[in-house]
């Protein structure tokens, strides 16, 4: 996905332990207090998963046979519901619906046969989340902690045409390398996102402590009370953290051509509790004087809304905000869909990363003095 750097950067800031990064996932290892911190304050996970068993599976015996081999007990009972997420790359068995299938009668039939009861399955609303991993034949299964993505972080319940996910908003802004003190500029903030996530990570706003509904382990039989202790320390822990800094946030500006986008940025910004300078602007109009750090998408896809005239001023907009040779004092992130707005900056990148917005294919270029993560 091409933010795997930024989450494991993450993760080592929060001091879990053998951190290491790979395509399309990081690992770590830890208790399941270490899982639930983890939950809590990762701005830019997706997901986060237990490890439960990984083994070939080049059939669908040899699946079956894999989801047999664990001891469901320990993780589910008669009493809680479970469904299961599956996904197949480059193996034999491709049909993830069918294989869910297959997970799930695995794991009846073992509840069946050791219990004479069975878990019911919650497709909407499990209390236990498995997830399969099918890759070249080899299958891992994971207990999804959180229970739900954690992308959505309950702020955003209007938006204004195609907004960033969360996670990966969040994982922009720590790419671009802010210092959480300098100006913050997305001067074409669409629905907030990228300044909603910057001021909440510098007002040290930790995820959880937005979470309205609760946390997949909340709801498993293995949740009692030295659980629920360690997740209220946690929750105390961050509130803290969050008081300490929440008064001295840096200027932190959304601009946007369109009244709705600012109008519906106003209103996401207030559900999340951040303060945000707020202006309708075209980016010809030019940003105040200063060293900002400024993170922008701008629209992609669509080949009729870059005109010329939005090319041109794109990119006079970065070289004038990065380039020192154009007086520009601070540094620019460009997340780009199309090639024809990169093209456009006269300026080389100095960090050129693949990330994907969803199916998207994007290039997140990095202009100017600070060093991007
Ligand atoms: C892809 S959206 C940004 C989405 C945003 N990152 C989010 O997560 O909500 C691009 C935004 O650029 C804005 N825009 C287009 N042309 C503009 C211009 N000339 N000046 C300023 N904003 C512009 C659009 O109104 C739109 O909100």
């Keep these: 996905m091409g933010t795997e750097p930024a989450l494991r950067d993450e993760l080592r800031e929060l001091r879990?332990?053998?951190?290491?990064?790979?395509?399309?996932?990081?690992?770590?290892?830890?208790?399941?207090?270490?899982?639930?911190?983890?939950?809590?304050?990762?701005?830019?996970?997706?997901?986060i998963l237990l490890e439960l068993a990984a083994f070939?599976?080049?059939?669908?015996?040899?699946?079956?046979?894999?989801?047999?081999?664990?001891?469901?007990?320990e993780h589910l009972s008669t009493k809680t519901s479970f469904a299961v997420r599956a996904s197949s790359k480059k193996s034999a068995l491709?049909?993830?619906?069918?294989?869910?299938?297959?997970?799930?009668?695995?794991?009846?039939?073992?509840?069946?046969?050791?219990?004479?009861?069975?878990?019911?399955?919650?497709?909407?609303?499990?209390?236990?989340?498995?997830?399969?991993?099918?890759?070249?034949?080899?299958a891992?299964?994971?207990?999804?902690?959180?229970?739900?993505?954690?992308?959505?972080?309950?702020?955003?319940?209007?938006?204004?045409?195609?907004?960033?996910?969360?996670?990966?908003?969040?994982?922009?802004?720590?790419m671009s390398g802010w210092d959480?003190?300098?100006?913050?500029?997305?001067?074409?903030?669409?629905?907030?996102?990228?300044?909603?996530?910057?001021?909440?990570?510098?007002?040290?706003?930790?995820?959880?402590?937005?979470?309205?509904?609760?946390?997949?382990?909340?709801?498993?039989?293995?949740?009692?009370?030295?659980?629920?202790?360690?997740?209220?320390?946690i929750r105390e822990r961050a509130s803290e953290a969050h008081e300490k800094k929440k008064g001295a946030l840096p200027r932190i500006v959304g601009r946007d051509v369109a009244a709705s986008a600012i109008e519906v940025t106003r209103e996401n910004a207030g559900r999340a509790g951040v303060t945000l300078e707020l202006v309708q602007a075209d980016i010809a109009v030019a940003i105040p004087e200063g060293a900002w750090t400024m993170v922008v998408n701008p629209p992609y896809g669509d080949r009729m809304s870059l005109t010329p005239k939005l090319l041109s001023s794109f990119g006079a907009m970065v070289e004038r905000n990065s380039?020192?040779?154009?007086?520009?004092?601070?540094?620019?992130?460009?997340?780009?869909?199309t090639p024809e707005l990169l093209e456009a900056i006269p300026s080389r990148p100095s960090k050129l990363v693949r990330i994907m917005n969803g199916d998207i294919e994007c290039r997140f270029a990095s202009y100017g003095e600070r060093k991007p993560a």
């Excluded at 297959?102 to 236990?128: I, N, T, W, Y």
């Excluded at 380039?323 to 869909?337: I, Q, R």
Aim: net charge neutral; glycine share 10%.
């Design 94 to 138: 491709t049909h993830t619906q069918f294989l869910a299938q297959l997970v799930k009668d695995a794991v009846v039939d073992q509840f069946r046969e050791e219990q004479g009861q069975r878990p019911d399955v919650s497709r909407d609303d499990p209390d236990v989340l498995l997830s399969l991993h099918l890759a070249q034949n080899q």
């Design 140 to 174: 891992t299964l994971y207990l999804d902690l959180a229970g739900d993505a954690l992308f959505a972080r309950g702020y955003r319940t209007r938006h204004d045409g195609a907004p960033l996910k969360e996670t990966l908003a969040a994982a922009l802004v720590r």
């Design 56 to 73: 070939d599976a080049p059939n669908e015996a040899a699946l079956y046979e894999g989801v047999r081999s664990v001891t469901w007990a």
């Design 16 to 47: 879990l332990r053998s951190v290491r990064a790979d395509r399309g996932g990081v690992h770590f290892e830890g208790s399941l207090t270490d899982g639930m911190r983890a939950c809590f304050h990762s701005r830019v996970a997706q997901r």
């Design 180 to 233: 959480q003190q300098s100006p913050f500029i997305d001067p074409m903030c669409g629905s907030g996102t990228v300044v909603i996530e910057a001021a909440l990570l510098a007002s040290a706003v930790a995820p959880g402590l937005m979470k309205k509904q609760k946390f997949g382990f909340q709801r498993w039989a293995s949740f009692g009370a030295s659980e629920a202790a360690a997740l209220q320390s």
């Design 323 to 337: 380039n020192p040779k154009k007086g520009g004092e601070g540094s620019s992130s460009v997340l780009c869909g």
